[in-house]
């Protein structure tokens, strides 16, 4: 009877252990609590307005047109951005801090953004709500190569088990995506939009050439296709390895080169992340890429109205 007991009590400590065990890391800033506010006044041929852009980071506010860079060690950007085409400072405002009980979450939206002056420019993009580890190099001075002003992914040499957050979703209901790049006419793009989490971890490398070369260490991809509610503590495990043979693997999300992110070389050059194998189950990596992001499809293409709420980003060890 005594060893029965004994069998019972340690099954129903089990759980409670493994919760013990288990390390929980917040990604500095990560609870979406504190923002930096730069006042950024557009040019008085488009109106002259100031407008609000919004950078997690230590609680403060940027008065002027300065170009930003990461505040208080933040290791955040997002597509908040200030753009100087053609001499005209124009703003993308797509990720805002929301209230959140006594806090703060970041709302990500789709949504299209223009600019228009009689007979000197005429633009309308797509523009998608973004949040990324990395940096953002300003001014933006056009919608082509757009992608070469982000320095995605962090310096990183952990191997954590999973990624965890608080999430909400609100999906436009429509069947179909667009391509808005503010250069061509507007089209559909069939499928449709979804909100994306991406998580990569990746072993770079540096030629003489300057070129980053990059081996996939760990995955972890999500697509939220439906609006829901606030759910606490999604949790999602980061798979090492070569990850082509898993059930849950989507070619579309996590093959080799997913996302054409670029970063920025030991010359300070913005260069393709050329991710060319996948490195053995047990490697360590150099770098974090992780990017939640409002719609499906790359620059300029999603569909308005799409929203994803994110808060409390942690690791999981």
């Known amino acids: 009877m005594k060893i029965r007991l004994t069998a019972a009590l340690a099954f129903v400590a089990l ?31 488009i109106g002259g307005d100031t407008k609000l852009l919004y950078e997690l980071g230590p609680t403060k506010v940027i008065e002027g047109n300065e170009a930003y860079v990461n505040q208080g060690g933040s290791p ?64 933006i001075t056009g919608t082509k190569d757009g992608e070469k002003a982000l320095n995605s992914g962090v310096k990183f040499t952990s191997r954590p088990k999973a990624i965890r957050y608080d999430y909400k979703v609100q999906m436009s209901g429509k069947p179909n995506r667009i391509r808005q790049t503010g250069f061509s006419r507007k089209s559909t793009v069939p499928g449709q939009d979804c909100a994306i989490m991406t998580c990569l971890l990746q072993k770079r490398t540096e030629d003489a050439n300057g070129n980053i070369i990059a081996k996939r ?38 093959k080799l080169g997913v996302g054409g992110y670029y970063a920025r070389n030991s010359k300070g050059e913005s260069v393709l992340i050329q991710e060319n ?15 939640f992001t409002s719609s499906l499809g790359g620059a300029f293409v999603g569909s308005p109205g799409n929203k994803l709420w994110i808060d409390n980003v942690c690791l999981v060890y």
Not at 79 to 102: H, Q, W
């Open 15 to 45: 759980p409670f252990i493994a919760q013990a065990q288990e390390k929980v890391v917040p990604l500095k800033y990560g609870n979406m609590d504190q923002w930096v506010t730069r006042k950024i006044h557009e040019s008085g041929v």
């Open 76 to 139: 955040w950007g997002n597509s908040n951005v200030m753009a100087k085409v053609m001499g005209i400072v124009k703003t993308n405002t797509s990720v805002y801090p929301e209230r959140r009980g006594n806090g703060y979450c970041a709302r990500l939206e789709t949504h299209i953004e223009s600019v228009k002056v009689l007979g000197l420019v005429n633009i309308t993009v797509l523009a998608s709500g973004s949040m990324f580890l990395g940096d953002m190099k300003e001014p």
């Open 217 to 254: 260490v760990g995955t972890a991809v999500i697509r939220y296709s439906k609006s829901e509610e606030w759910q606490d503590q999604a949790t999602y495990e980061i798979q090492y390895g070569n990850i082509t043979n898993a059930s849950n693997y989507e070619a579309d999300l996590m």
């Open 277 to 291: 194998g996948w490195a053995d189950a047990d490697e360590t990596p150099t770098h974090l890429i992780l990017q």
